[in-house]
């Protein structure tokens, strides 16, 4: 059975474009690429592109505006860190220029952990461990190009098998 529609469990995909609405400036988009695929109901997306997207045909576009609560959040100041600068020693031994701006991914007990350096001084480097989309509203154009049932075991793993899915 094949469910045309977009709805809790269903496997979505869509082609996207992401906009900065203040300054029309792209930040993601799917054009020249595969569709973005995933499980709707899992908390694989954020929550406004699911909620603005339920209900959905295929075929059908939605252009729709999220602001930080229904995006990635705002930005939380106790993600902002200050480390001694000679924590990134190895980077600027192994000729790395630490700018501010950048971004680098720490390894911790959790996982990778990106961030982007706010801060350089003489001593002490500022690392910003929120979301780089975090406090942003997001512009988003969405059409679905395929939806059907997820499958049992797609439901019990959380995600989305298949092309543009997990192998796993
Ligand atoms: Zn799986």
Do not use: C, W
């Amino acid at each position: 059975m094949t469910n045309k529609t977009v709805a809790n469990n269903t496997v979505v995909r869509v082609h996207y474009t992401g906009t900065l609405p203040d300054t029309g400036e792209v930040f993601d988009t799917s054009e020249g690429k595969d569709p973005l695929t995933f499980l709707v109901g899992h908390k694989n997306m954020i929550s406004g592109f699911e909620e603005e997207m339920m209900g959905a045909k295929l075929g059908e576009r939605r252009e729709f505006t999220l602001e930080p609560e229904r995006a990635y959040g705002h930005q939380n100041d106790e993600l902002v860190l200050e480390f001694p600068k000679s924590e990134f020693s190895h980077l600027e031994s192994s000729g790395v220029q630490i700018e501010i701006g950048m971004q680098l991914v720490a390894q911790t007990f959790e996982g990778p952990a990106p961030f982007i350096i706010r801060a350089v001084s003489e001593d002490s480097i500022t690392a910003d461990f929120n979301h780089a989309m975090a406090g942003k509203t997001l512009k988003f154009s969405v059409e679905v190009v395929e939806v059907r049932t997820a499958t049992d075991e797609e439901i019990n793993h959380g995600h989305a098998h298949g092309p543009g899915g997990v192998n796993h």
